[in-house]
């Protein structure tokens, strides 16, 4: 779903800048309500996290392979305006130092990647749990709905903008078949990792899960027959999330530097549709194809696996280093405010 250079004209790539950008101001303020001491932490893995398992494309079809978009899984662990965020800013990592995405195209792929997906898949995932039981299975079940939702929904978003700014003359009608006929398929991909992902987290920690919020209840004693609030355990609760943290982190490293090299080699959906139709004749050569870290290999390392599992490590740090600044820098902001302060 990486939109490079060349797709879409620069009046519509334009026009999805300032939409990106005006979502991206609106999800910074947001955020601020989102994230806490013990949620910031977490939003800079998820970005870190939803990196590593983009590169494990998988296969759909004949010739055709799909990876995460990754804006259910994010708005459903730590929030809407963060999930925002979260994927915009793998996007950013991924556009400057991989050449996956074309620069030019960047507001196109994250009003598509991370507005539409995590806006689609966090209205029906709240819309799912109003009438489902409230029960972690529930929370499980409305994110696999969710997010098996979201990827037609950004192959519709993309349909539409090629049919404003496309630069090649392909019929309408077999873009949007070929696109939302793989991105079906695709999105059960996204959905089963999203619902694993989701579940796992909040088997262990739901107080964590921003979508599972409702969930929380007080452990409660029985003193002298009657029921009364636990004491919290502040030291134990920091000693938890620092285990997930570092859970998440070794299991992103893991995915990016050794299990990406046996992914899919095959096209993904939008690269598949894109040759097939024949909507690729104008693509431009990438501004970060000189990158040192383009095609998520490293320059002059010969041995392939090697070259991609350090590129995939590299990944997995940086993004969580940028993601973990800019969600500290949000929170900061927060608690800086003076009615929040007092």
């Excluded at 790539?13 to 309500?33: E, M, N, P, Q």
């Excluded at 990876?67 to 899984?73: F, M, P, S």
């Excluded at 996204?190 to 409702?214: F, K, M, N, S």
């Excluded at 894109?274 to 431009?284: L, P, V």
Aim: glycine share 10%.
């Amino acid at each position: 779903m990486h939109v490079p250079d060349g797709f879409i004209d620069a009046p519509t790539s334009a026009v999805t800048a300032v939409v990106a950008a005006g979502a991206l101001a609106v999800s910074l303020r947001g955020a601020r309500r989102e994230l806490d001491e013990r949620t910031a932490p977490l939003a800079g893995l998820v970005a870190a996290f939803i990196f590593a398992v983009q590169m494990l494309n998988f296969p759909v079809a004949a010739g055709t392979s799909g990876h995460l978009l990754g804006g259910a899984l994010a708005a459903i662990l730590v929030g809407p305006y963060t999930g925002v965020l979260c994927v915009s800013v793998v996007l950013l990592m991924q556009g400057i130092l991989f050449a996956d995405g074309g620069l030019t195209a960047l507001g196109v792929n994250i009003t598509d990647m991370a507005i539409v997906t995590t806006v689609v898949a966090y209205a029906v995932f709240r819309g799912l749990l109003k009438v489902l039981p409230r029960t972690r299975r529930s929370v499980t079940a409305a994110s696999f709905v969710a997010a098996l939702l979201s990827v037609p929904a950004a192959a519709v978003a993309f349909t539409l903008l090629y049919a404003v700014g496309g630069t090649t003359d392909v019929s309408l009608g077999k873009v949007a078949t070929a696109m939302v006929g793989v991105h079906v398929l695709i999105g059960v991909g996204e959905a089963v990792i999203t619902a694993l992902t989701v579940g796992a987290v909040v088997a262990v920690r739901p107080d964590l899960v921003h979508g599972a919020r409702e969930l929380r209840q007080g452990l409660k004693l029985r003193v002298n027959g009657v029921l009364v609030d636990a004491p919290t355990a502040p030291v134990a609760a920091r000693a938890s999330r620092r285990a997930l943290w570092v859970t998440g982190l070794v299991t992103s490293l893991v995915l990016a530097g050794f299990v990406s090299f046996y992914a899919s080699a095959d096209p993904d959906g939008l690269e598949k549709v894109a040759h097939d139709k024949g909507i690729d004749a104008k693509t431009a050569e990438h501004a970060a194809a000189d990158s040192p870290l383009a095609d998520y290999g490293v320059k002059d390392v010969s041995d392939a696996r090697l070259s991609g599992g350090l590129a995939g490590v590299i990944g997995v740090g940086t993004t969580v280093v940028a993601g973990s600044a800019v969600f500290w820098a949000v929170r900061r902001r927060r608690t800086g405010t003076p009615s929040e302060a007092h």
